[in-house]
């Protein structure tokens, strides 16, 4: 992708970097403004993805801008072990069907097993609704763009799960590409590892995409962001315990661009993997190094000085971060209230899920 192919497509999604001067004071200012105005009724249906808690504590500490309706989790024995937790005490628990049916209701977090997601998106949209849907987006390229065309058509917003999307770092990298900081990009290296028990790997193994599917589609979505569509995804899938199962517990997937490679790397089995999670992007004119990824630490280099930093290599001091979720329920209620559009269009998820499965090995025909 040319560097003026790239700055075009990342003016598409400007309001992710424009933001950031902002962030640091998200949270507060947010919550004060919206005091005012009338909240928005959400709900969630489902409990088991690996997410839904995070994102239904999320919803609860924004409390003036989000009014829980209730959530729908069918099987009684997982209410029944989550109703006295600190994040789901005193929640009500609805059907579906009645969720769908609350009055006023105007999103839902959609937080099944991932081979429920599109699915159940799918119904919430044909009820008139939009979702924030956690990821990935199933293993049927052709369901997700049904479920984006509907949608579209009705004008309602499907906002991804991408847990870096509103991450202080990926904000600037961000900023730092569309605006040319770093020149030509050449190069982009990723790594998203962790180590998981045994039961993990059960639940792992059930989706033949591995460890690619369910943590690698993170960074993906940040690289389709920074580079577009790729050209080409090459996947290397590796099961490392097949006396144990058929995870793709160690792979790697390599993004040919017409200037540049980027590759994505997760295991299952590295040792301390936060901790060496990372996203570098190299430019004829600069590098950002973030890593970790969360607390994000980042490190730049330029050739020139641009923005607020000096010529050379220096660390960034990052705005503080709120929650891991906070950043898409704020601007989640700003979509739905009409005061900003989507960062994400529909075009760059459908880009996102098709790379996703590609490097994951899957087909998506």
């Known amino acids: 992708m040319s560097q ?16 950031l001067p902002l962030a640091t004071a998200m949270h507060e200012a947010d919550a004060a403004q919206n005091s005012s105005k009338a909240r928005i009724k959400i709900g969630q249906i489902g409990t088991t993805h690996a997410h839904a808690s995070g994102k239904l504590q999320t919803i609860r500490k924004f409390d003036q801008v989000y009014e829980l309706v209730g959530v729908v989790e069918p099987d009684a024995k997982r209410r029944a072990s ?14 579906e069907e009645d969720l769908l049916r609350v009055s006023g209701l105007q999103v839902v977090a959609v937080e099944t097993e991932v081979r429920d997601l599109v699915s159940t998106a799918q119904r919430c949209v044909s009820a ?9 987006a199933g293993e049927n390229l052709s369901d997700f763009k049904k ?7 009705q004008k309602l917003v499907v906002q991804m799960g991408y847990m870096f999307r509103y991450n202080k770092a990926f904000q600037l990298l961000f900023q730092a590409v569309r605006d040319g900081w770093l020149g030509e990009i050449f190069e982009v290296h990723a790594v998203i590892s962790k180590t998981v028990g045994a039961d993990a790997r059960k639940r792992l193994a059930e989706y033949p995409g591995g460890a690619m599917f369910e943590l690698g589609c993170h960074l993906i979505d940040a690289i389709v962001a920074v580079m577009g569509k790729p050209e080409k995804v090459t996947p290397f899938l ?4 097949p006396d144990l199962d058929d995870l793709a517990d160690n792979q790697l997937a390599v993004f040919d661009y017409p200037k540049a490679t980027a590759t994505v790397r997760s295991a299952l089995m590295e040792v ?6 990372q996203l570098v992007v190299c430019g004829d004119k600069g590098t950002i190094v973030i890593r970790p990824l969360e607390p994000p630490r980042m490190e730049l280099t330029l050739s020139e000085a641009n923005g607020d930093y000096r010529k050379g290599t220096q660390v960034v001091d990052l705005p503080k971060s709120g929650g891991r979720y906070d950043g898409d329920f704020v601007d989640l209620a700003k979509i739905i209230r009409g005061e900003k559009a989507s960062d994400y269009p529909p075009a ?10 590609q490097a994951s090995g899957l087909r998506t025909e």
Do not use: C
Not at 147 to 153: C, F, G, K, P, Y
């Open 272 to 277: 301390d993997g936060f901790r060496r999670r």
């Open 128 to 136: 008139g609704l939009h979702i924030h849907l956690d990821k990935p």
């Open 4 to 19: 003026s192919t790239r700055r075009s497509f990342m003016t598409q999604m400007s309001s992710a970097a424009i933001t």
């Open 147 to 153: 479920l984006l065309d509907a949608a579209e058509q």
């Open 238 to 241: 590796r099961r490392t315990r």
């Open 82 to 95: 989550l109703e006295n937790s600190a994040t789901y005490r005193g929640v009500k628990w609805l059907t």
């Open 348 to 357: 760059h998820d459908l880009a996102v899920q098709e790379a996703v499965l």
